[in-house]
């Protein structure tokens, strides 16, 4: 899989644009400045924008492509004390325990067997109060080509992520919408996604 994003990472330009996504910037806003853990960032869009906000961001990825584009990013825009990259295969990898104020998952699709454990480790990287944003393409979106993996299977439904973080995070906010996207050329167009923000307890 770090192959498949070194290739696409590798290409002239940032595949999903510089802007931060627009649900994450939307949400975040609020947040109090803490550590922020951002698994799959690839080339740093989110975690950048999260350091220039003064947060302290972690960014975790298989790609080392992705990640020295995210420094180079860091370093261009002025934040890169309070940023940092760790390449990892999310598939088996956790973040220390409760050592994250918040966790951001903008667009990273697993295999479902994969996925539920990813998510349960990165809860218990959280701190009580801890929240975790996810935003994804839900599986109507391949009725759309605006972005997103081709295989039902690495979609997800709002139904899915409840189960995942059942008894583990008090649901603040669940929803499937339609949107509009404009990130860079990998995401272009209308767009079926599901977006979740829950807290640690």
Known sequence: MSQFWDERFAEPGFKYGLQANAFLRQQASA?????????????????????????????????????AKAAELAARRGVSARWTGEQADLSDWAPAPQAFDAVALVYV?????????????????????????????????????????????????????REDFAGLLNEQLGEEAEVLLDEGPGHQGPARVTRYVGLRP
Do not use: Y
Not at 47 to 62: F, K, R, T
Not at 125 to 135: A, D, N, Q, Y
């Open 31 to 67: 947040w109090p400045v803490g550590r922020v853990l951002l698994p799959g960032d690839g080339e740093g869009r989110n975690s950048v924008w999260l350091a220039e906000q003064g947060h302290a961001a972690l960014a975790v990825d298989s790609s080392a492509v992705g990640l």
């Open 109 to 161: 699709h697993l295999p479902s067997a994969l996925r539920t454990g990813l998510h349960r480790r990165l809860v218990a990287g959280l701190r009580p109060g801890g929240r975790l944003l996810i935003e994804a393409f839900h599986p109507a979106q391949l009725g759309h080509s605006s972005g997103g993996p081709r295989d039902a299977d690495m979609l997800m439904t709002l139904a899915a992520l």
